[in-house]
Nanobody, 128 residues
Framework: QVQLVESGGGSVQAGGSLRLSCTAS????????MAWFRQAPGKEREGVAT????????DYADSVKGRFTISQDNGKNTVQLQMNRTKPEDSAIYYC?????????????????????WGQGTQVTVSS
């Protein structure tokens, strides 16, 4: 069972930046697909960004396109989410997810069931 640990959450003023990180442990196998989801109070968990490092492809929710960037450290099972030009509606608990094996880019619109492994989440609060 892969263990995912998120870090980097916190508080930021609207328009500011924040960088989240997620590291997979308890595995030495390469994880080709990783993703970030978020869940705001009273709302369903939604996909934010996904990456397939074998293909070099990424996908983003429309709400974050042009503001957020997902990336993965070469050769490491670590994924980051760079959040720029943040908005109050970005406030949520952000979760890291992983899937292996994985042979295609999983769209950010795909639901949680596509991702078997999850982290515990990290809180992001954007104040206006």
């Amino acid at each position: 069972q892969v263990q995912l640990v998120e870090s980097g959450g916190g508080s930021v003023q609207a328009g500011g930046s924040l960088r989240l990180s997620c590291t997979a442990s308890k595995t030495s196998d390469h994880i080709p697909c990783m993703a970030w989801f978020r869940q705001a109070p009273g709302k369903e968990r939604e996909g934010v960004a996904t990456i397939n490092t074998d293909l070099g492809t990424t996908d983003y929710a429309d709400s974050v396109k042009g503001r957020f960037t997902i990336s993965q450290d070469n050769g490491k099972n670590t994924v980051q989410l760079q959040m720029n030009r943040t908005k109050p509606e970005d406030s949520a608990i952000y979760y890291c997810a992983a899937r292996s094996p994985c042979y295609a880019l999983i769209p950010a619109t795909k639901p949680m069931v596509w991702w078997p492994d999850w982290g515990q989440g990290t809180q992001v609060t954007v104040s206006s």
